[in-house]
T-cell receptor
């Protein structure tokens, strides 16, 4: 069964450093998403991406964040200058029809 | 704005007992409703979804959920719980009117006693 994959599973970084979180969506899907879950809090939407551009973004998704689909298979989330409060589990999701989203296993980001 | 409430943070049931996890939503249009499950160290796995039609939907692993518009609820049920069902369960709402982004509840942690 096709699935969304994410790398790395755990990323530790120093405050102020740039990180790139990688996702490989399900191969024939066209809609891509990033969500995050801060420890003890709800899963919250960050951004959606379709046809090589951002469809929607939340208030959290400020200028420090960017997304890219650099090739036909990867979907990345970049945080330009990490802050302590960026520590969270980041989930990538993809959808073939925009109605049902399938999630990856997540990347745990720890900012020291 | 959309919101989802899962009133139970933790639930403990005995193996073989029935289960109901509650979910209430607030949504300004026709909701798409979902239940996801997260086992430790795993991602969010889709259990079932409701878009329209029959208000009782069947999912994987023997789960079902019933949409009740009058109560703004989408409760998840299972007639007989197995120890492997121990996990965290998330209810989510989405829909085309809001760009299909999902809004999640806080989750319910299910513990299964043997």
């Amino acid at each position: 069964e096709p699935e969304v994959t994410q790398t790395p599973s755990h990323q530790v970084t120093q405050m102020g450093q740039e990180v790139i979180l990688r996702c490989v969506p399900i191969s024939n899907h066209l809609y891509f998403y990033w969500y995050r879950q801060i420890l003890g809090q709800k899963v919250e939407f960050l951004v959606s991406f379709y046809n090589n551009e951002i469809s929607e973004k939340s208030e959290i998704f400020d200028d420090q964040f960017s997304v890219e689909r650099p090739d036909g298979s990867n979907f990345t989330l970049k945080i330009r200058s990490t802050k302590l409060e960026d520590s969270a589990m980041y989930f990538c999701a993809s959808s073939g029809d925009s109605d049902t989203q399938y999630f990856g296993p997540g990347t745990r980001l720890t900012v020291l | 704005a959309q919101s989802v409430t899962q009133p139970d943070i933790h639930i403990t049931v005995s193996e073989g007992a029935s289960l109901e996890l509650r979910c209430n939503y607030s949504y300004g249009a026709t909701p798409y409703l979902f239940w996801y499950v997260q086992s430790p160290g795993q991602g969010l796995q889709l259990l079932l979804k409701y878009f329209s039609g029959d208000t009782l939907v069947q999912g994987i692993k023997g789960f079902e959920a019933e949409f009740k518009r009058s109560q703004s609820s989408f409760n998840l049920r299972k007639p007989s719980v197995h120890w492997s069902d121990a996990a965290e369960y998330f209810c989510a709402v989405g829909g085309k009117e809001y760009g299909n982004k999902l809004v999640f509840g806080a989750g319910t942690i299910l513990r299964v006693k043997s």
